[in-house]
């Protein structure tokens, strides 16, 4: 169990968050997928911003026709007057109706975007963790690698599906009231210039320390979906050894942590709101009272004006432009508010976006191999490469694989395997022993190049499997794990899995050769029944039974069964044992075991210690010898 200081320190940290603006550009360039709907959507916008405000700048010549109405006292422009006025009101109904249309247009052409940009971001998100190396996914947990699907790409989702569609209005609309307050009276703009100002330097301080927030909360988020889905899949573990109160006290640890950033992150941003609110009101009564004080012709304008050298004049108002003025400041205000509301889901979103990008930045794994896998016209294979002369060389696939003098280590401190020599030909079965942690696995993963030896070399057919494409290196190598994985599918498709053009007799074949089939066949749909939750309908003997048979009809060339059979009763096992002969026949063989009557007939037998081979030879030979193995295979000495 993790120690409290340990689990916090895992997602707090120092690192400052990634320049915002260029996350937001990165995120916005994935609307190349979308570009046409993107565009017509902006000006869609465009439009919308425009009607609303010229339908607000009609109030001006409105109020003109009233104030002239009144002045009218004999009514002799009167039915010219209200022709006038019932056109300029016909004019603004047509304006609100095309905004709304517009408004309808936008938003389902936004939507159609989003779900684009969202689709190509996971795919891309999907492929680069496909290119990552093991190394990356050893130091994860499942919950922190969905906390990327579900928590980071959902708030991206939320921000692209309302947040920047009403982001994108208000600052349009915005641009347009500024401009048309300043063609109304620019003394009245200067005073809301000033205001807004201030506005500006609130919103900046406001989002630079809730933005900082909202990645800590992303961690911490992470963090915690990581933990719980560690607990809950290992919930049968803790209930036995009766650990039900301490993983409560460390889920509380990073719970409290969570909710101490969370707290910080959506206060600073849900402040916002109320402060915009309460200074577009500010802004509203100072304007509204400077410019009743400045009204045109008011008497206070012509004092100031007497014995000054400043035109006070010049800051006059008509009735009219002031009303006008007013309503857009009520629009300034509700625009400025509607940014401000947004700024939760928009940092939210981009902390999300930060390490979602963060994750694509990663280096995939390196494959720098020259060495091809080719397949002839006759159907043979062979190791394809050209040398610094251009001279193409052709070795035929054999299976003879070698290690010379290997040593690894995960941490770049610790050797794993120290001097290790292994020498396997074809048809050949090679097995290693020991206890847990002597390096095993660590030879295996070697082999397939989830990771590169530190020191020595690895060869395949007398190749450096450094030169060997990956994806053709492993391509010939079958494995049979301890931890079986099943994907949600039929037991066919899974069998499959192996070799994707298998035909069903192939793998009905395959299970035939691992036992599987008589099972099968007495399943609800046989072949065809459905597997869920990584074949929780089936006992772990039987999910181990069939990714043997996977193995099987894959037909590789160096088959690595790594615990293949510990899930097997003995019985079971000694049912497949002829099977798993066939299986094996003419192939290079690793097996790792703990159960060493499954080792018995290999060819040369490994006795791996902390990451050195202190015996070799077949069965015969270690049990003459009297040492490690002899303890092990009589029971003097037990694997743990």
């Known amino acids: 169990m993790a120690r409290q200081s340990d689990i916090i320190a895992r997602h707090k940290g120092k690192r400052k968050p990634d320049n915002f603006f260029k996350t937001i550009g990165r995120l916005l360039s994935y609307y190349k997928n979308c570009k046409w709907a993107f565009i017509s959507a902006i000006l869609f916008i465009l439009a919308y911003a425009a009607t609303t405000i010229i339908a607000g700048a009609l109030l001006k010549p409105l109020t003109d026709i009233l104030e002239n109405s009144l002045a009218d006292k004999a009514g002799i422009y009167m039915d010219e007057q209200v022709a006038k006025y019932t056109t300029l009101l016909i004019y603004m109904a047509f304006l609100y109706f095309a905004g709304a249309i517009t408004n309808y247009a936008l938003n389902r052409l936004m939507l159609q975007c989003t779900a684009v940009v969202m689709a190509k971001l996971r795919t891309d998100l999907f492929d680069r963790m496909q290119e990552l190396p093991v190394a990356f996914f050893d130091g994860k947990t499942h919950g922190e690698l969905m906390s990327y699907y579900t928590n980071d790409v959902d708030a991206i989702r939320e921000m692209l599906n309302h947040s920047l569609t009403q982001l994108l209005i208000s600052a349009f609309s ?67 050894f009766n650990h039900e109160e301490k993983v409560m006290e460390d889920f509380e640890v990073i719970n409290e942590e969570l909710r101490h950033v969370a707290t910080r992150a959506n206060t600073l941003a849900s402040i916002m709101g109320p402060i915009m609110n309460n200074l577009s009101h500010i802004f509203y009564a100072l304007t509204t009272t400077i410019g009743v004080l400045f009204a045109a012709n008011g008497e206070l304008i012509k004092s100031l004006s007497k014995g000054s050298s400043f035109n006070w004049q010049l800051i006059g108002v008509q009735g009219s432009v002031l009303v006008t003025f007013l309503s857009f400041i009520r629009q300034f205000s509700n625009r400025v508010s509607e940014i401000s509301q947004q700024f939760n889901y928009i940092l939210l979103a981009l902390a999300g976006a930060e390490r979602v990008f963060k994750l694509m930045d990663m280096p995939p794994e390196i494959d720098d191999g020259d060495v091809i896998l080719e397949t002839k016209p006759d159907g043979t294979k062979v190791w394809s490469f050209i040398d610094e002369n251009g001279k193409t060389f052709e070795i035929p696939l054999v299976g003879k694989i070698e290690l010379h003098d290997v040593d690894f280590s995960y941490d770049g401190s610790k050797l794993v395997l120290e001097d290790v020599n292994v020498y396997a030909k074809k048809g050949q079965k090679i097995a290693f022993v020991g206890s847990t942690g002597a390096g095993k696995t660590t030879i295996i993963n070697l082999i397939n190049r989830f990771y590169d030896v530190a020191d020595g070399e690895i060869t395949y057919d007398g190749i450096d499997i450094r030169r060997i494409k990956k994806d053709d290196l492993r391509g010939t190598l079958g494995m049979v794990l301890q931890d079986t994985h099943l994907f949600t599918g039929t037991v066919m498709d899974n069998i499959r899995y192996g070799k994707l053009d298998a035909t069903d007799e192939d793998c009905i074949t395959a299970a035939k050769i691992a036992n599987a089939h008589y099972f099968i066949s007495h399943l609800p749909e046989g072949y065809n029944t459905m597997l869920y939750s990584d074949g929780a309908n089936l006992s772990q003997g039987q999910r181990q039974l069939i990714a043997i048979a996977r193995a099987a009809v894959a037909s590789p060339v160096v088959l690595i069964l790594d615990e293949a059979t510990s899930s097997i009763d003995t019985r079971t096992e000694k049912l497949i044992e002829n099977g798993m002969d066939k299986l094996m026949e003419g192939r290079t063989v690793f097996v790792i075991a703990h159960r060493l009557s499954t080792v018995r007939n290999s060819n040369a037998i490994m006795v791996l210690e902390h990451g050195k081979i202190i015996e070799r030879g077949d069965h015969e030979y270690l049990i003459s010898q009297q040492g490690k193995y002899y303890q092990l295979y009589t029971g003097a000495f037990e694997l743990s």
């Open 174 to 240: 915005l641009i347009g009231v500024i401009f048309t307050m300043i063609r109304l009276s620019l003394p009245l703009f200067l005073i809301v210039l000033v205001l807004g100002t201030l506005v500006v330097l609130i919103t900046k301080f406001i989002a630079s320390k809730s933005g900082k927030n909202f990645v800590h909360q992303q961690k911490a988020l992470a963090t915690v979906n990581g933990y719980i889905e560690e607990m809950m899949e290992g919930q049968r573990v803790v209930k036995v």
